[in-house]
């Protein structure tokens, strides 16, 4: 994170808007687009433009799981980010780009409309790094994932980012490449960069052998 953006963030923790969304995961670094229409999240948008600019992106868990306001229940460590471009529609709709700046653990703030909020604290990883067998192990996973997805579709693009940590490429290729959101849950959970780094790899490992089956390269 900058200074500018760590400053926004910061500024937003005590009161955090959250963005409610199935199937969405937000990781640091990763840039994520967004289609914003519903009333409510007109209004959160507007708030978030006004203020400091971040939200949370709260992975709804269980869309028949729903609290006394009739809120799903969303996981409670989720990604946060900064809007860093808003296009307004005529109708009143937005696409907005939010990048994403760290996992955020949510402590839900008693409701007030028209959206959610909560109170958040930002999570460190663990003091621990991935081997280079482990780093090389997850370029391998990753390289060879999106070498089969190109194949069967050629107009796929995914390059993996050159010097950054393990931990954070281990975050873009579950932004890019991990298809299941559980597992895209699972790796933003985990403070353990080496660990994160991991499940990643054995992921991309299981996702090719998958695709593989599918096209006929592999026999059951």
């Known amino acids: 994170m900058t200074e500018t953006t760590t400053l926004e ?3 937003a923790l005590s009161e955090l808007p959250i963005f409610p969304l199935p199937q969405v995961v937000l990781f640091p670094h990763a840039m994520l687009p967004l289609h914003v229409f519903e009333p409510r999240y007109r209004i959160l948008l507007k708030d978030c433009l006004a203020t400091h600019k971040a939200m949370a992106i709260g992975l709804v868990l269980s869309s028949g799981e729903v609290d006394e ?9 989720a990604g946060a980010g900064i809007i860093v471009e808003h296009e307004p529609l005529s109708d009143g709709r937005s696409n907005i780009m939010l990048h994403g700046q760290g996992r955020v653990q949510l402590d839900e703030l008693p409701f007030v409309p028209p959206y959610r909020r909560a109170r958040a604290t930002l999570l460190v990883d663990k003091p621990t790094t991935a081997s280079p067998e482990e780093r090389a192990v997850l370029v391998a996973s990753a390289s060879a994932f999106a070498d089969g997805v190109r194949k069967r579709n050629p107009n796929f693009s995914f390059r993996l980012p050159k010097n950054v940590e393990t931990a954070a490429l281990a975050d873009i290729c579950a932004h890019h490449l991990v298809v299941d959101v559980r597992v895209r849950q699972r790796v933003l959970q985990e403070l353990d960069p080496a660990e994160r780094a991991r499940i990643v790899a054995g992921e991309l490992a299981d996702q090719l052998g998958r695709l593989l089956r599918d096209s006929g390269q592999v026999s059951n």
């Not at 306001?69 to 460590?77: C, E, F, L, N, Y």
């Open 9 to 11: 963030l910061e500024a």
């Open 69 to 77: 306001q009739g809120h799903p229940r969303v996981a409670t460590i």
